[in-house]
């Protein structure tokens, strides 16, 4: 797989930026798994020349290794999911606004930190998936009415733990106002059809084997079970459709995947240089088509997959009002009992 993923990025190198010169090396800690990302890497040194060492971990346990590693942490860059924690490493102190104008100019400016300390690499939608046999897309509108009775012990979800769900509680705040949206969680938890437990791949599972009805999951691990070689999760898959909620007011809540440099970095130029890179058409397109991710460029396209599932308006909140909302967020869900 990595020889043809090689062969094809040299064979339209002839498209990417030209200015990737400087040799050295470049050192990534990444919460996206090392398949996600190495190709890209090693695409990267074979254009500019710049070594890259990759450390892959947890999100969470990367932001705590740089915290406890200072400023003598090796990293240059961390990559991560969920705008929150973006936030969270901001809040930390352990990356730095080096985003550029020309970086800058090439992301909405909902997907950036406004201070320039991030910005998004990719974006994902967390979307309701829904039993085709049992549900009708007539019967869904929007997050907020999921709380009708109808859906009694009918929809599965994760864990409060969980920062994809914090972060769309967190997005209700913004939006509704701390009140309503306590209303919102104390009613939708409700509806649950079990305790919340798993990945949002086991909550399509569930709806697959008739415990629920809808769950709420990101686009992106919907696109990976379709794509399994795992034939009960692409059984599971084919069992739901994509509704996307909110399309009559705000539109759908969505994330990202972003990056950051850190405040320690000592290959400052070479890291931005990596974002550039990633920001290309053909590595945003790479990652999207690999990932099921949606491109952050406007001159990118999304996976087959995820433009058969149609266009759909997202939510234009500024992604770090996630972080700043965050603790109420959680304070809400505890309160709601959604364990």
């Not at 996307?244 to 290959?267: E, F, L, M």
Request: proline fraction near 3%; charged fraction near 20%.
């Amino acid at each position: 797989m990595l020889k043809n993923v090689l062969l094809f990025f040299v064979s339209i190198s002839f498209v990417l930026p030209v200015n990737f010169a400087q040799a050295d090396e470049v050192n990534i800690y990444s919460a996206r798994k090392e398949q996600l990302i190495k190709p890209l890497l090693d695409v990267f040194t074979k254009t500019t020349g710049i070594e890259t060492n990759l450390v892959t971990g947890k999100a969470d346990a990367l932001l705590k290794r740089l915290e406890s590693e200072g400023i003598n942490s090796p990293a240059d860059v961390l990559i991560t999911t969920d705008a929150g924690r973006l936030y969270r490493a901001k809040a930390a102190g352990v990356i730095q606004p080096a985003i550029n104008q020309a970086l800058q100019d090439q992301v909405s400016k909902n997907l950036q930190d406004p201070e320039h300390f991030w910005l998004a690499l990719t974006t994902r939608a967390r979307v309701m998936v829904y039993a085709k046999e049992r549900v009708s897309p007539d019967e869904l509108s929007s997050y907020e009415g999921l709380t009708d009775s109808k859906w009694n012990k009918r929809i599965c979800v994760r864990s409060s733990n969980n920062i994809y769900n914090q972060s769309l509680v967190a997005s209700m705040i913004v939006h509704k106002g701390e009140k309503a949206t306590e209303e919102w969680a104390t009613a939708f938890v409700k509806n649950f059809a079990r305790r919340p437990k798993g990945g949002d791949r086991d909550q399509v599972m569930a709806v697959a084997a008739g415990q629920c009805d809808i769950a709420i999951v990101n686009t992106y691990y919907l696109g990976q079970m379709v794509n399994s070689k795992d034939e009960k999760q692409k059984q599971a898959a084919s069992q739901v459709a994509v509704f996307w909620p909110n399309q009559q007011d705000r539109g759908t809540h969505i994330n990202i995947s972003g990056i950051a440099v850190t405040k320690a970095a000592k290959n400052k130029e070479n890291a931005l240089k990596l974002i550039e890179f990633l920001l290309s058409p053909v590595a945003q397109e790479w990652y999207a088509k690999t990932n099921n991710e949606y491109p952050v460029i406007a001159n990118a396209k999304p996976s087959a997959l995820l433009q058969s599932w149609g266009k759909f308006k997202s939510d234009a909140l500024n992604l770090n009002e996630l972080g700043i909302n965050n603790t109420q967020a959680v304070q809400i869900m505890d309160r709601a009992r959604w364990r």
